[in-house]
């Protein structure tokens, strides 16, 4: 993220790393004219620093040098996103009666649009504090915080981290006893809850057959968390099922 965003491509370079995840950086062009390590940029639209522009161009030009040479990278754009009642709750020691209260302030004291929207940027603009209830100044970075979120501004914003986990996932070798099966049960009507224990970022695929000969795709998709669960409503019909997974 940011300085450590643009340090991350020397250390997955010389360390030889099989991705790399930059946040609200850019990275110095020429190292993507060499390397060969996979990367993938989360960037602010509203980022204050350089106002963007340099972020983003940086980045354009080192994803086409990956992409010149065969290496895989992927660049994308967090946009401002509302800020809603509940928004702060996240905030460690404010309720949701606190996140409520909190969030009218701001939208009472003319901060955010019809749609939630902040109406400018909460960095250089922070008149916002003013508007907060004085009973909460001690959380006024924690606020701040959420609001350069929200405006996608120059700070982290975990929007895309399941899309980074994905694209991390998919450029190292399979775990070891990933995407089997790892609780299965069956209720008294005779369907089937499975949980698979998922690699982040590889493809699976779950088949059933009821004879260990003929097999049905049941459900394909690619995660980003460690399991995954499947309700083989179709189960009732079988005497006996049978499950599998297959990862390319």
């Known amino acids: 993220m940011s300085n450590g965003g643009g340090f991350a491509p020397l250390a997955s370079f010389y360390l030889g790393f099989n991705a790399c995840g930059i946040y609200c950086a850019g990275a110095a062009i020429p190292l993507f004219n060499i390397t060969t390590v996979p990367t993938v940029w989360s960037l602010g639209r509203n ?3 350089y106002d963007h522009t340099t972020f983003l161009a940086n980045a354009t030009t080192a994803l086409a040098s990956l992409t010149t040479r065969g290496v895989g990278g992927e660049l994308r754009e967090n946009l401002p996103s509302p ?3 509940r928004r702060f709750l996240r905030i460690p020691g404010l309720s ?10 701001l939208n009472s004291g003319g901060f955010l649009d019809a749609l ?8 250089s ?19 701040g915080a ?3 979120c929200c405006y996608s501004e120059h700070n982290f914003f975990s929007d895309f ?3 980074v986990l994905q694209f991390f996932g998919a450029r190292h070798p399979p775990l070891n006893g990933r995407g089997a099966v790892q609780t299965l049960t069956r209720d008294a009507s005779g369907i089937v809850e499975l949980t698979i224990a998922a690699d982040p970022g590889q493809t699976y695929e779950l088949l059933g057959s009821p004879d260990l000969v003929t097999w049905t795709p049941l459900f394909t998709n690619t995660y980003s968390a460690g399991t995954f669960d499947f309700t083989d ?6 005497t006996r099922r049978f499950y599998r997974t297959i990862s390319p």
């Open 161 to 163: 981290d399941n899309k």
């Open 146 to 148: 959420q609001l350069n």
């Open 47 to 49: 980022d204050d620093l």
């Open 83 to 85: 800020v809603y009642p």
């Open 96 to 105: 949701a009666a606190d996140s409520q209260a909190i969030y009218d302030s």
């Open 116 to 123: 939630g929207y902040l109406l400018a940027d909460p960095v």
């Open 125 to 143: 603009d922070t008149n916002w504090m003013s508007g907060i209830p004085a009973r909460y100044a001690a959380f006024d970075q924690a606020i």
């Open 233 to 238: 409503t179709a189960a009732s019909g079988f």
